[in-house]
């Protein structure tokens, strides 16, 4: 199979000084297959786990926009892998074309169309017709209610805490935060190291009760008790509906794109930028040393740029 | 001013044998600034040269699919420059719609159309109407008959000549040649260091005896009399009217994408990396490292997706 190598991504300084702070941005945007992004690194580790359990048809859930979904697609062209995507339509009920589920299906994706209200069955039905045809399915999210899985994706960014700490240390460590596992992930390597930094995963669609609860099912099952609820913070003021985001966003998008040449989707990156600077402003931040990670999303930038641009 | 600042872009190897050589990629699209590219670096070096000479107002040439006249017009909206885009239409007369372009003008540039046949004409109606506002105006390209500046952007890939020679050593170094800058300026770092690989431009769009004339114009005035004809290889049998690509091309982007997530452009760095790969074919090469340059253009890949995918 091939497997990209991932050597540390950079982290850039940005020169506007954000109310008397210092911004960093992390480019894991810029890993190197697939247009990158948090997603190259966890799909990685939902591949190695696929090859070590001796499956051989890879399962995903995940909607037109997904960026896993477009990253596993890709993986399991690269590695001859065939993949099965169950794919809700949006809340309204709406299917809308993405550049990522283009992806998905230019890389020989199956892309099944499923209902929000039914995923287990679905789930059910997918994985038994994969073992009618003598193959071996493997459901990335664990059981039919997408329990089981959680270690994996959590795994992913475990390391990515040291490659920070290697490339500088910071008083705040923020990103996106939309299912919790890339947040578990730094939060178990900062717990494992004894880290004093604060991280704080934005919440992007979930409130902030329901991220915890996930973030810590992660990272706890990556390893067992090692996070409690103190561990892990979540600020959920800048949350919108699934997909939504507001003018406030948008103005930040236009502004990281036009003044530092980096694009960012209204989802996830450019709604959870946002929601930094104003929680940095809000809460009167001075002389702090700032990282952002910038988590990728460059199929989402395009699919909004004709309306952001 | 705010200047990225560029470490060395990773190089990678591609698994897939090609003919018994072994093949790298030099990553130049993952550059951390407005999707990267090799005109990230030669935007950037026109930028300092118009600061140098105190001008204030960019004038560039392009036309909607210019990646130099993205990056050109992003690296103007950091620096609060203005900047004015010549802008020609297609050969066919028609304008079309690309990323490029929607970039260009959401970063403030005015665009104006212009003839491909009265481009000096147009050089100096825009320059003068710059003058009458006050501002002093740069055009990248010297004089109304685009002579006279050749040796800055050629200065932007000098280094990059050692930045590869650190990285590695290869017997092949090819690359898309469209102008030729980029191909001078490692022509010139190989001739100084006494560099024994074999560069390759493959060009894009221009016939050799053209295109070879015009690199040869870019090197010598970055270092005169530095590079003689024997020095510049181009392969000319690939091109195709600009912006056109065959089936063969299209093959390869979807390959290149599938089974290594590396997006390409069909105008440029899909057309040349195919053209490698069936050079390397036709010649016989055994046991090479080959190192291709990829030089950028994600937006174009995006301008071409629907068609490609």
């Known amino acids: 199979m091939y497997e990209p190598v991932f050597a ?106 499923c209902l929000k209200t039914g995923v287990a069955e679905s789930v059910d039905t997918v994985m038994e017709s994969i073992r009618q045809k003598g193959e071996k399915p493997y459901y990335i999210y664990g059981d039919r209610y997408g329990k089981g899985n959680e ?26 935060c939309g299912t919790g596992m890339t947040l578990a992930g730094l939060l178990c390597g900062s717990k494992l190291r004894g880290g004093s930094e604060r991280i704080i995963g934005i919440s992007v669609a979930r409130d902030a009760e329901n991220a915890k609860a996930h973030t810590l ?23 919108r509906v699934y997909g939504d985001y507001g003018e406030d966003v948008e103005n930040t998008i236009r502004e990281m794109m036009r003044l530092h040449g980096v694009p960012m989707d209204g989802t996830y990156v450019g709604k959870a930028y946002n929601g930094l600077r104003r929680i940095a402003e809000r809460e009167e931040w001075q002389n702090k040393k700032v990282l952002f990670i910038h988590t990728g999303g460059t199929p989402l930038f395009f699919d909004a740029a004709d309306r952001i641009l």
Chains 1, 2 share one sequence.
């Open 8 to 113: 540390p991504t950079p982290i850039q300084p940005l020169d506007t000084d954000v109310h008397g702070n210092a911004f960093f941005l992390k480019r894991e945007d810029l890993l190197p297959f697939s247009f990158g992004g948090n997603k190259a690194r966890i799909g990685l580790e939902y591949m190695r786990d696929l090859a070590a359990r001796g499956c051989n048809h890879m399962v995903a859930y995940g909607n037109a926009r997904s960026n896993l979904c477009r990253v596993l697609s890709n993986l399991c062209a690269g590695a001859g892998v065939p993949i099965t995507i169950l794919s809700p339509a949006d809340d309204d009920g709406q299917r809308r074309e993405a550049y990522n589920e283009k992806l998905c299906r230019s890389f020989g994706a199956q892309v099944v169309p």
């Open 151 to 176: 270690a994996i994706p959590t795994a992913a960014y475990v390391p990515v805490y040291d490659e920070i700490r290697a490339q500088g240390d910071y008083d705040v460590i923020a990103l996106a």
């Open 217 to 239: 099912a992660y990272g706890n099952a990556w390893k067992k008790d090692l996070l409690c609820a103190d561990d892990v913070e979540i600020i959920d003021d800048f949350r």
